[in-house]
């Protein structure tokens, strides 16, 4: 889709699928174009809302899916969700898979299976040549050591025929951690807590952190950024964390836009 205001911003991780847009989903789209966002990336969650995100995409202009299955589902997989997957991500709409990773602070599946399963949809990306979408709360450790050890295979198996690897989605680490994403063929993503009173930490590194390494998301409908705490989000709201990478940065936004997109 085409936006009007000249801007190119791109909501690279929202959850369309959610029953919170089921209202007004075509509304929401439509204010994301007036506030200059020209693609949102919708991101599964489990086998359905991948299913789902697919189905949205082929709907709506401006419109792309990845599909995974997250931490929190990884203990309800049947053994066949691999090659689901990949039928699924054969679609054109589909760009990545995700959204995989690693959630200790809910543990809301035994951490050795979240382990499992995020292996396994690594070891698909791979062979698909789809870049990925990572969840890491409270899982630092594990999830860098996880794709260390991936990425490192890659890049001696195939060096140049790859793109970037994937995204650390609504990024929460350090600069160190940063960097070696970087080395590794990552980028990282800012959402909503970027824009937050106390997030000064997270907005001192943003302010360290090469802009042609970011991108920027909305995890919408969760996060929603200063000034709208506490109500449902949605991708025009993208637009206020890069406005604040803007900000920090003394940039303008039309630069952190094209730059972020590109
Ligand atoms: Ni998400």
Redesign the pocket.
């Known amino acids: 889709m085409k936006s009007e205001t000249g801007l190119t911003l791109v909501d690279t ?3 369309l699928d959610f029953s919170q847009f089921d209202a007004d989903r075509g509304e929401v789209l439509e204010r994301a174009n007036h506030s200059g966002v020209t693609q949102v990336v919708t ?1 599964g ?1 489990d086998l359905e809302s991948s299913r789902q995100a697919l189905a949205l995409a082929r709907e709506h202009e401006g419109v792309k899916a990845c599909v995974g299955v ?1 931490p929190h589902e990884a203990g309800k997989v049947d053994p066949g969700f691999l090659s689901e997957l990949e039928e699924l991500s054969q679609a054109p709409e589909v760009v990545g898979i995700g ?1 995989i990773g690693l959630d200790y602070y809910r543990d809301r599946s035994p951490r050795a299976t979240q382990r499992e399963v995020f292996k396994q949809q690594l070891e698909l990306a791979a062979r698909l040549n789809k870049p990925v ?1 990572v ?1 890491d709360r409270e899982a630092h450790s594990d999830v860098m050591s996880t794709i260390r050890e991936w990425a490192t295979g890659l890049v001696t198996a195939d060096e140049d025929s790859r793109g970037p690897l994937g995204v650390m ?2 990024f929460s680490g350090d600069q160190r951690m940063a960097e070696e994403l970087f080395k590794l063929g990552f980028y990282v993503s800012l959402a909503g807590p970027v824009t937050y009173a106390k997030a000064d930490r997270l907005q001192a590194l943003v302010g360290r952190l090469p802009l042609e390494r970011l991108m920027v ?1 909305t ?1 919408c409908p ?1 996060l929603p950024p200063v000034p709208y705490r506490g109500q449902r989000n949605e991708p025009a709201h993208v637009r206020l964390v890069a406005e604040k990478i803007a900000e920090i940065k003394g940039l303008s936004l039309a630069e952190v836009a094209s730059v972020t997109t590109a």
């Open positions: 991780h929202a959850h991101v969650y997250h959204e979408v969840h989605h609504c998301e995890d969760f």
